[in-house]
């Protein structure tokens, strides 16, 4: 089964720094995306940054300039490094993946993480 497990939240200053790490297991026929989604307290969740295999990363418009999305294909891992931090981006971070387990269309489906909790304070 194909499971996703994040890592690398905590507490952090304003303007601070953390990276956040997923990896992808199980039964996997291929990737084709994988991204990172954020629920802060109060509010809806929401796209923060994706990367697919052919094609340019993704950004929500209030992280562009300040994270950065990275994947190792050969690992089946995906990277978030967050910069110049701001309490606003206090949430909840997920991993997500969309991928084939097998080779037909059929095969295609959305996997998520259980998610690490990022917290931004004085």
């Known amino acids: 089964q194909v499971q996703l497990v994040e890592s690398g939240g905590g507490l952090v200053q304003p303007g601070g720094s953390l990276r956040l790490s997923c990896a992808v297991s199980g039964s996997i026929f291929s990737i084709n995306s994988m991204g990172w989604f954020r629920q802060a307290p109060g509010k809806e969740r929401e796209l923060v940054a994706s990367i697919i295999t052919i094609g340019r990363p993704n950004y929500a418009d209030s992280v562009k300039g300040r994270f950065t999305i990275s994947r190792d294909y050969a690992r089946n891992r995906v990277y978030l490094q967050m910069n110049s931090l701001k309490p606003e981006d206090t949430a909840v971070y997920y991993c997500?993946?969309?991928?084939?387990?097998?080779?037909?269309?059929?095969?295609?489906?959305?996997?998520w993480g259980q998610g690490t909790l990022v917290t931004v304070s004085s």
């Open positions: 997500n993946a969309e991928l084939r387990t097998g080779p037909s269309r059929a095969n295609f489906n959305e996997f």
